[in-house]
């Protein structure tokens, strides 16, 4: 079985999936269980699946000091997905520090301290997966946001090549309006989502989809890509 795969029988892959409780962690850590990993789920609401391969962390990721306590006594990863996250709008004008920051330390922060304290313990072979967004490309009311999700980019990369002599892929999921809680926040109301050209939502089931093919051994020369699933919005 290789490090990253449990088809075959053999030992059974470890991965941590941020934003468990929720949206598309949920969904990556549904399909995972479902493939025979054992998951770690980091977040700070209870997720709404039980099963026996499942091990809910109640943490803050955004609080450095609770998350490095969440990670001391974590097993080995074969794989770490980094799914939590928060929208918070605002044009030029009526920006709110305090947004940017939240999302800086939850979606870049977090993943930098995560990487940083279980790359060392990976086997060769082992993937991290970012869920970014489409919307780093720019999007009018979304600034603080977009630089957030921009960041993973620069860091997946950066990280891909480091990591290439031990065969550890980096890779970030930049997803389109999906189907989530967070698409639904009343926060976001001024600024709507459009409809991709394809006429519905992205699903979470479909960027799971994706997250578990970049675990998969035939994903294993993919590496330092944005791979993008907007129904077409990006055309």
């Given at each position: 079985?290789?490090?990253?795969?449990?088809?075959?029988?053999?030992?059974?892959?470890?991965?941590?999936?941020?934003?468990?409780?929720?949206?598309?962690?949920?969904?990556?850590?549904?399909?995972?269980?479902?493939?025979?990993?054992?998951?770690?789920?980091?977040?700070?609401?209870?997720?709404?699946?039980?099963?026996?391969?499942?091990?809910?962390?109640?943490?803050?990721?955004?609080?450095?000091g609770a998350l490095a306590?969440?990670?001391?006594?974590?097993?080995?990863?074969?794989?770490?997905?980094?799914?939590?996250?928060?929208?918070?709008?605002?044009?030029?004008?009526?920006?709110?520090?305090?947004?940017?920051?939240?999302?800086?330390?939850?979606?870049?922060?977090?993943?930098?301290?995560?990487?940083?304290?279980?790359?060392?313990?990976?086997?060769?072979?082992?993937?991290?997966?970012?869920?970014?967004?489409?919307?780093?490309?720019?999007?009018?009311?979304r600034a603080q946001y977009?630089?957030?999700?921009?960041?993973?980019?620069?860091?997946?990369?950066?990280?891909?090549?480091?990591?290439?002599?031990?065969?550890?892929?980096?890779?970030?999921?930049?997803?389109?309006?999906?189907?989530?809680?967070?698409?639904?926040?009343?926060?976001?109301?001024?600024?709507?989502?459009?409809?991709?050209?394809?006429?519905?939502?992205?699903?979470?089931?479909?960027?799971?989809?994706?997250?578990?093919?970049?675990?998969?051994?035939?994903?294993?020369?993919?590496?330092?890509?944005?791979?993008?699933?907007?129904?077409?919005?990006?055309?």
């Open positions: 079985m290789n490090a990253v795969s449990s088809e075959g029988g053999g030992r059974v892959p470890h991965a941590l999936v941020t934003g468990v409780s929720s949206g598309i962690g949920a969904e990556i850590a549904s399909q995972l269980l479902a493939l025979g990993w054992r998951v770690t789920g980091f977040s700070r609401g209870q997720p709404g699946q039980e099963h026996p391969a499942l091990t809910h962390v109640p943490v803050d990721i955004s609080k450095r306590e969440a990670l001391l006594d974590l097993a080995p990863l074969d794989a770490l997905i980094h799914a939590a996250g928060i929208l918070r709008v605002g044009t030029l004008g009526a920006l709110d520090p305090e947004n940017g920051k939240a999302m800086w330390r939850l979606h870049v922060d977090a993943a930098e301290q995560m990487i940083e304290a279980t790359v060392a313990a990976m086997p060769e072979g082992a993937r991290i997966v970012l869920i970014g967004s489409r919307t780093a490309a720019g999007s009018a009311g977009a630089a957030t999700k921009a960041a993973l980019v620069g860091m997946a990369r950066s990280f891909a090549i480091e990591l290439a002599p031990r065969r550890i892929t980096v890779n970030v999921i930049a997803p389109g309006a999906t189907d989530t809680p967070m698409l639904r926040d009343p926060s976001r109301a001024s600024v709507t989502p459009k409809m991709p050209p394809m006429g519905r939502l992205v699903q979470p089931k479909e960027v799971a989809s994706l997250a578990a093919f970049l675990l998969s051994d035939g994903a294993a020369s993919i590496t330092g890509q944005q791979i993008v699933v907007c129904g077409g919005a990006s055309l």
